[in-house]
């Protein structure tokens, strides 16, 4: 099918649009940060939520625990000297130590990453191995005394379209970017900054914009979802914020803490103070409805990896191929994964997710079966990177992506958009 694909393509002259199929599938489910019994604020278990049901699962990684050994995220090798921290001594140790309410899934590199609530530090959990890193040697907000009024405690966190991690105080002063993959760097933006329109409603009030959690969108926007209620965009060009309204439809007492999107393109809240339903709401009209049954755990944060539909872009899971009689049959899909796509700027990255140990052949042509690129390699680690350089000639287009092995048997297969 993929030699059809290739020699007929340009002749056939019937164009027509179909789903690309490297593009990622809507997470169904979250993660979730709960208290332990249901009915205290120590935000320490890791769970999954589905999000059509609202079931929780039994517990993931126990944060309590100070004698799992964490892992050092700049030299991927497990710590032997416990932290000392003088205000709360071997808690520093333990995976969630002191709580969480901001936490970030990157699907990318299948990682959790998150900050404790009173520890000036990055963590991130790794899926794949359920260790636990610590990015050592770099404070995360700069401010490791929290403020009375924990203004300068980090509870919203989330991965953007662009890929990088960011992070957002209680009091809106500090927009903190970090990088994902095999080294995270640490950024502070600045304040966010009121839109004018916003009139006496402050992002930075601690009254109706502290706490809470954020989503991102697919046109480079976040969206805070407050203690109180209340929503703010975010442009994170610009850092302003704009206040959007406050969700209704919420029972009395519910404080948003938590909040993702579900593959209908809706949000899904939580919260932290009160076990009743899981709340759905449209990012248009802010009106909640209930999910499901009563929710079993308070839950402080929820993760996943969807971004709101803006309507603003281009459907980019849609891709134009030359012939409907041409189908493309990709193999290997979950061996491999290749971001960002689409391409913006001739360079992308391959992870391999699960291949075994041995000599590989990367082959990337484009739609007529030109090779553009052929390059070998080892692999011989767990989530290995590749990173490929596409010619400064290359047009605009379709690629594909294939990786073979040392007898040229093909692996895995994927699909580019180069923009």
Not at 295 to 323: C, Q, T, V, Y
């Amino acid at each position: 099918m993929r030699k059809n694909l290739r020699t007929a393509s340009l002749l056939c002259g019937v164009l027509f649009s179909a789903t690309f199929l490297n593009a990622q599938k809507a997470d169904r489910s979250a993660y979730a940060i709960t208290d332990i019994t249901g009915q205290t604020a120590n935000w320490t278990y890791l769970r999954k939520i589905d999000l059509n049901t609202g079931q929780y699962s039994d517990v993931l990684l126990n944060g309590n625990d100070q004698n799992l050994k964490a892992w050092d995220a700049a030299t991927r090798k497990q710590m032997t000297t416990p932290l000392l921290d003088a205000r709360f001594g071997q808690w520093a140790n333990a995976a969630f130590g002191t709580s969480v309410a901001a936490l970030a899934f990157d699907k990318a590199h299948n990682r959790l990453y998150y900050t404790p609530m009173f520890i000036d530090q990055l963590r991130y959990i790794d899926l794949k191995t359920m260790r636990v890193y610590f990015v050592n040697g770099e404070s995360f907000t700069g401010k490791p005394q929290k403020s009375p009024d924990q203004g300068n405690i980090v509870t919203r966190m989330v991965i953007a379209s662009d890929g990088n991690g960011y992070a957002l105080t209680n009091d809106g002063t500090q927009l903190i970017r970090f990088s994902t993959g095999k080294k995270s760097q640490i950024e502070d933006l600045g304040s966010l900054v009121d839109d004018p329109a916003n009139k006496n409603i402050s992002v930075h009030n601690s009254c109706s914009s502290y706490g809470g959690d954020v989503v991102a969108d697919d046109d480079g926007n976040i969206y805070i979802f407050t203690v109180r209620n209340h929503v703010f965009k975010v442009n994170l060009e610009t850092r302003m914020a704009t206040h959007l309204g406050v969700v209704t439809g919420l029972p009395a007492g519910f404080t948003i803490n938590g909040a993702v999107v579900n593959e209908k393109n809706q949000v899904v809240v939580s919260s932290a103070v009160l076990t009743s339903s899981l709340f759905t709401l449209d990012i248009n009209s802010l009106k909640a409805t209930a999910l499901g049954s009563n929710a079993e755990w308070h839950s402080s944060d929820l993760a996943n990896s969807n971004l709101l539909a803006s309507g603003n872009k281009p459907r980019e899971n849609k891709i134009d191929l030359i012939s409907k009689n041409n189908p493309v049959d990709l193999i290997g899909n979950d061996k491999i994964s290749v971001y960002p796509n689409p391409v913006t700027n001739n360079q992308f990255t391959i992870q391999f997710n699960s291949l075994d140990a041995g000599n590989y052949s990367i082959q990337i042509t484009d739609v007529t079966g030109r090779q553009i690129i052929k390059q070998d390699l080892v692999v011989n680690s767990e989530s290995q990177l590749q990173i490929m350089k596409l010619p400064a000639t290359a047009a605009k287009g379709i690629y594909m992506v294939k990786v073979t092995d040392a007898k040229g048997k093909a692996v895995a297969d994927s699909k580019i958009v180069v923009q």
